[in-house]
Structures are given as structure tokens and as C-alpha cells.
């Protein structure tokens, strides 16, 4: 194994010995991250303008292997293409949200638990009350695109923002996704540093 991996080996140490292995991959997720997160922007602009209905739920850590499992799987790449092909009407995907899971779309026309709170306006949908749902029971987040009037919504930790302009959007995720994992990725390589330190 080591003969046949010789040239992965030398360039882990490599990188490993000049401080880049946890950098690159911190860098390479925020990469992505952002990528995933201009596709959703992206793909929500398109179908806010044509009163498309939407629902797409973002997992973060709270694990949502169960209602990836209610719908289609997918496993498929974020793009903006993708995201308004699966949500335009009468195809067989559109009823439902997507799930986007480790900056991949995991699954399509999944089920999202009802919220049952009684403050909930009388005149928001199916698609805001599984959203408001499912973020009362993950820490997920969940854009939606209202089919009625084309408004966009978004909801996180048992919260429901409405009317959200684009500009307002890319700065929910870009602050719950992309800085939270700098963090996350931060204390990692802190982690490690201090084991390899003390070890």
C-alpha cells in the first residue's frame, strides 16, 4: 500500500510539513460553500420572478437522513439548473423540498414536518409551515419561494423571515453557512495543533 501510494504520501508530508493540508481543505469547503450558496441565490431569483414555488432545506448539524430517505435520491451537484428544473410544475419532483446535504443535493420531493404553532399567519401555505417544520426540529435552513406572489421567505431555529430581498438572502447564508464553517474550520485546526503540541 505504501509503494502504490508512495506519491499521495510524500505530498500529504509535504504539505503537512509547510502547513497547508488544513488550510486547503478548509479553503476547498468555503469554496464550495459559496459556490453552493450563488447557485441557491441564483436559482431563487430566477424562480421568485415566475412565481415558481419552492422549498429547499439546508442541513447543517443536526443529521436529516430521515426525510432524505421520504424523497428521491439524487446525490447530484448544486446548480442553479438544477435547483429550477427539479421545482418547475407538473414534474414528477416539484411537489416537495430538496435537500441539500454536505453541498450536494441529496434528495428531492422529500416531506417536511408541519409546524403546529398557532402564530403562524392564516394565509402562508403548506411550503412555510414545513419550513417553519423542519426548522423547529433541525438547526437547518430552509429558503422558500412562494408560489402565490413570488416573496421569498427563509427560516432557521423555529424562526420564519418573510419578504426577504435578494441582497438581504445572500447575507442569511452567506453568514449562517460560509462563516459559521470558517469556525468550525478555525477550531479544528486549533484542535489539531494543540494535540500534535501536547502529544
Not at 3 to 18: D, N, S, Y
Not at 115 to 133: D, M, N, Q, V, Y
Amino acid at each position: 500500500i505504501i509503494i502504490i501510494f508512495q506519491p499521495e504520501f510524500r505530498r500529504a508530508l509535504e504539505q503537512l510539513g509547510r502547513g497547508r493540508l488544513f488550510s486547503r481543505t478548509g479553503s476547498n469547503e468555503e469554496e464550495n460553500e459559496g459556490k453552493m450558496v450563488e447557485a441557491i441565490i441564483k436559482a431563487t431569483d430566477y424562480m421568485a420572478k415566475r412565481r415558481i414555488g419552492a422549498l429547499v432545506s439546508i442541513e447543517r448539524e443536526t443529521g436529516m437522513g430521515d426525510y432524505i430517505e421520504t424523497g428521491i435520491q439524487l446525490d447530484s451537484k448544486v446548480s442553479a439548473e438544477l435547483l429550477i428544473n427539479i421545482f418547475i410544475p407538473n414534474t414528477p419532483l416539484h411537489d416537495g423540498a430538496v435537500i441539500i446535504q454536505k453541498n450536494r443535493v441529496a434528495a428531492a420531493a422529500c416531506y417536511l414536518p408541519l409546524s403546529e404553532s398557532p402564530f403562524i399567519s392564516k394565509e402562508l401555505g403548506t411550503r412555510h409551515r414545513a419550513a417553519l417544520g423542519i426548522s423547529e426540529v433541525t438547526d437547518s435552513i430552509t429558503v422558500i419561494v412562494s408560489e402565490e406572489t413570488g416573496n421569498i421567505s427563509l427560516t432557521k431555529n423555529g424562526e420564519l423571515y418573510r419578504d426577504v430581498s435578494m441582497d438581504r438572502l445572500r447575507e442569511l447564508l452567506q453568514s449562517e453557512i460560509i462563516s459559521i464553517s470558517k469556525t468550525n474550520n478555525a477550531a479544528s485546526t486549533r484542535w489539531n495543533w494543540r494535540v500534535k503540541k501536547d502529544g
